[in-house]
């Protein structure tokens, strides 16, 4: 799975694919569970998208809590 920059969708274009629980978990090398249980109720929250049952997650979204929380180390290895 490629988890470069995507274009945004637009009114005419093919939107930007929503992630899964299981695409961010496999992003983070972490399990299920802890993105799950970021997106429910632990500091720092993920951004995600609710529909009912389902949660997704916006790349970009995903990206910028990656920037804020990374304290650096993005590149440093």
Request: charged share 30%.
């Amino acid at each position: 799975m490629s988890y470069g920059t995507q274009p945004d969708g637009d009114r005419f274009g093919k939107p930007e694919r929503l992630l899964t629980i299981a695409d961010v978990a496999e992003w983070f090398g972490v399990s299920k569970a802890w993105v799950y249980d970021h997106v429910t109720r632990k500091q720092p929250r993920i951004p995600c998208i609710r529909f009912g049952e389902l949660t997704r997650f916006r790349q970009g979204d995903v990206e910028e809590f990656i920037e804020k929380h990374a304290g650096g180390a993005i590149g440093s290895h």
